[in-house]
């Protein structure tokens, strides 16, 4: 799990161009948007629903699903272990 | 009518051109063997401070918005709002372009990145500053091929004259990209001996002459025109202008490879070609229209190879783009109006 926690957190900067985040910067229980943590927006989710499918094959069938899943990087890190096949 | 004057200008380029002073001595002509002339780029951090914004702007878009908001910084250091905004591009964003065509590619035309898609699009950097200037009014972006610099200023011209609009912030930019420089080279598009190159010019035009740098008498575009009719066009701008054709101290040339408008101009005008500073791309007028600018206010002149201290009065600025696209600008010095 920590290998998998440490694995999104540079897709995550690689994908989303978070020039000057590294992956210590990144609290795995912090909120990805919002004013705290990260300070992702909707554009981002966009992307982390693509990181998602590209990089472990998982898609999100049901929109309201994607706002749980991306509270923070444990929730997609579990919802990865839980989803993929 | 209204004269239209350049207030503040601001040039990110091939050569050290942003925010710095005595730059000239600095500067390098494009050597024979070079084949591309890369923007000089400075820290973008301190310019354009959002993170959040910075990191999904692309090359273009970093460019494009950083000379616009350093024309418009104000000596207090506050942010002055014009009442339009007018960007040129012949290309767009070239590099969010590609990457999304790759993407396409790529993926089978699935999973398409948003940004890229969002980013490439040709009116971004106009988008952008006004996004970070909080500005609402008129803000259209021209993508005319090698007239796109020369229409955003037209356009801001005749709202000027015509009172419509009290300034205007414009700005033409171009980036190079590995592709494009690999397409156009196969088209036979850099065999005349140009460098392709990039960069970002922004003006602010006001019809205030106090404070102003100069004016900026006309904009002309030609097209199919012959060397000898270049010519005789910059002759004519200068009659139209109540200006004698000797009165024209110095004609900026961006020719392309046209050897027989270079002649034609340099035996009738003292020239100095522009281009081996900045290279060949859509909005390279923008860099001769900001190199005429730094001379009139600057008091310099260029005496062979090198630079002196000479008032020049009144510079034209000649552009070829691709042997197709002709234009013609005339700037005057401020104090003689």
Not at chain 2, 229 to 241: D, F, R, T, V
């Amino acid at each position: 799990m920590d290998n998998l926690i440490e694995q999104l957190k540079q897709q995550i900067i690689d994908e989303l161009n978070l020039e000057e985040t590294t992956p210590a910067d990144i609290d795995p229980a912090a909120p990805l948007f919002g004013d705290k943590g990260l300070g992702l927006d909707s554009i981002d989710a966009l992307e982390l629903v693509m990181l998602l499918e590209k990089y472990y094959g998982i898609k999100i069938p049901e929109p309201k699903q994607a706002k749980e899943v991306f509270t923070s990087v444990n929730s997609i890190a579990e919802y990865i272990k839980a989803n993929k096949k | 009518m209204k004269k239209v004057f350049i207030a503040r200008t601001s040039c990110i380029s091939p050569q050290e051109s942003f925010r710095t002073n005595g730059f000239f001595s600095s500067w390098k002509a494009a050597q024979a063997e070079t084949d591309q002339l890369h923007a000089i780029e400075p820290d973008y951090k301190g310019i354009i401070t959002d993170a959040g914004k910075r990191r999904r702007m692309a090359h273009l878009i970093k460019m494009g918005v950083s000379t616009s908001l350093d024309c418009l910084t104000l000596p207090d250091g506050n942010l002055l709002i014009p009442d339009a905004i007018m960007s040129a591009t012949a290309m767009g964003g070239l590099e969010d372009t590609e990457k999304f065509l790759r993407c396409i590619i790529d993926n089978g035309e699935d999973l398409l990145n948003p940004s890229n898609f969002i980013q490439s699009t040709g009116n971004t950097f106009g988008g952008q500053t006004g996004l970070l200037l909080g500005h609402h009014g008129y803000n259209v972006t021209y993508a005319h091929g090698g007239y796109s610099m020369e229409s955003a200023l037209t356009d801001a011209m005749l709202q000027l004259t015509s009172g419509d609009i009290k300034d205007a912030l414009v700005t033409g930019a171009d980036e190079i990209t590995a592709t494009e420089y690999e397409v156009m080279r196969k088209m036979g598009f850099w065999r005349g001996g140009r460098q392709m190159g990039e960069g970002s010019s922004s003006f602010l035009l006001t019809t205030e002459k106090e404070g102003s740098v100069c004016e900026l008498a006309a904009v002309s575009l030609l097209h199919e025109t012959t060397p000898k009719q270049i010519a005789n066009s910059i002759e004519e701008l200068a009659n139209s202008n109540q200006l004698k054709a000797t009165d024209i101290d110095l004609v900026l040339t961006g020719c392309d490879c046209d050897k027989a408008a270079e002649k034609e101009i340099s035996d009738r005008f003292p020239v100095t070609d522009y281009k081996q500073w900045c290279g060949q791309y859509g909005t390279k007028s923008g860099f001769g229209l900001w190199i005429g600018t730094q001379l009139l206010s600057r008091g310099i002149a260029p005496k062979g190879n090198q630079w002196e201290q000479k008032q020049l009065k009144n510079i034209a600025i000649y552009s070829e783009y691709r042997q197709n696209d002709y234009t013609l600008m005339l700037l005057k010095m401020a104090q003689i109006n």
